[in-house]
């Protein structure tokens, strides 16, 4: 089936015996056949993240027969990581995940060139990359690197494959600002702004289904081969959405938005997202402590009611002793302020900071003026002062 597009890449001189070997189910498919085969070799692939996308895209890619598989990749494996990250293993905790995927990649096809880019992608970096590869993939977890992405890929005159997680949903897009007949289109038109800092949870804030990576990815890999190798209808110009609960896949029509600012230059995407909103950041300003000031705090004996932030399941894994547990959402209804007593000052923590900081400004906001909240969560407290704490 011919697609819409024409194929990303010019095909390859030639398959060696071992090549038709391995790749001998792909050729005896009359739409990808050798020539689809030969693409996919001289095929140059960038993969951001090997993460919980970035691990089964990365796996099928070099499978596939894709020849060149770049990795932009800086963190370190972590145990929370194995859940879903299927490219690590037990025996990689705590190395450079970029080193742990090329090693399982190369036991999948050893005959894949993998580049490994072990740095943070930044405005000063990404168009450079890019321009070295013909296809960009994007798994990653955060709104400023996904703008970064788009922009970038757009400067660089590539296409990129987008995919996202969180929960029991996922989604996928192809975009691409320069695709022929007018087709392009890319990441601003569907969203323009990303959403109010504290809106959208992390997956490390708000947790992900491990096995929803597989399907999300595996439709990122999919689409990326039908765009290297010309064959099928793209999801460009298409949004697909899918839930895990009831079982559906949809697909949402995506169109140019003459109103998209044209991109011309790369900007500063950490300020552009934020992590916390305007108002949290100069709640927080001058009114933050450190675990070990909590500690002291809790020790002297001044009047203080240390308020837990978090969903009921999170307070079930671990909490800080003393505690009372009154989640976020009960503060932006506000039925959780009638809770607070004037004669004790409120001291809010989350998992990492992020949720407190956001109740803090609206507890402030309701004439607490002397409310803190606890830097770094639950986490920093564990790590500094109760090492043996059980940690998610």
């Not at 793209?234 to 949402?252: E, F, N, Q, S």
Request: proline share 6%; net charge negative; glycine share 8%.
């Amino acid at each position: 089936m011919s697609s819409p597009l024409p194929p990303l890449v010019e095909p390859a001189a030639e398959l060696t015996r071992e090549e038709v070997a391995r790749y001998s189910r792909h050729l005896i498919i009359p739409d990808l056949g050798l020539d689809g085969q030969k693409r996919l070799k001289n095929a140059r692939v960038l993969v951001i993240g090997a993460g919980g996308l970035g691990s089964p895209t990365l796996l099928y890619l070099a499978a596939a027969g894709v020849g060149t598989i770049g990795i932009v990749e800086f963190d370190v494996v972590d145990e929370s990581n194995l859940q879903r990250q299927i490219i690590h293993g037990q025996s990689d905790i705590g190395r450079s995940k970029a080193q742990s995927a090329r090693d399982s990649i190369l036991e999948v096809n050893p005959l894949v060139t993998v580049n490994l880019h072990e740095f943070r992608l930044e405005p000063d970096n990404a168009v450079d990359l890019f321009e070295q590869y013909d296809l960009i993939l994007d798994g990653t977890d955060n709104f400023a690197t996904r703008y970064l992405v788009n922009d970038a890929a757009v400067l660089a005159g590539k296409p990129y494959v987008w995919g996202s997680i969180y929960r029991f949903e996922g989604q996928v897009s192809v975009f691409w600002e320069d695709a022929p007949d007018g087709l392009g289109l890319n990441y601003r038109d569907l969203y323009p702004e990303p959403p109010p800092p504290g809106m959208v949870p992390s997956c490390a804030e708000g947790g992900v289904l491990g096995i929803l990576c597989a399907s999300i990815a595996s439709v990122m890999g999919t689409e990326a081969i039908k765009l290297l190798t010309g064959i099928g209808e793209p999801l460009l110009g298409r949004l697909m959405v899918y839930d895990a609960l009831d079982m559906t896949y949809r697909t949402i029509k995506i169109r140019k938005d003459p109103s998209t600012p044209k991109i011309t230059e790369l900007i500063d995407y950490e300020a552009f997202c934020g992590v916390v909103s305007d108002e949290a950041a100069e709640a927080v300003a001058d009114s933050t402590i450190t675990p070990r000031e909590l500690r002291e705090l809790l020790e002297s004996g001044k009047p203080l009611a240390l308020i837990d932030v978090r969903e009921p399941v999170e307070w079930d894994i671990n909490h800080i002793q003393g505690a009372e547990l009154i989640p976020k959402g009960s503060f932006e209804t506000g039925e959780a302020l009638s809770k607070l007593k004037v004669d004790q000052t409120p001291v809010f923590y989350c998992k990492t900071g992020i949720r407190s900081a956001e109740v803090l400004a609206i507890v402030k906001k309701a004439g607490f003026s002397d409310a803190l909240h606890v830097q770094g969560g639950i986490v920093a407290w564990g790590k500094q002062l109760e090492p043996d704490m059980v940690m998610y």
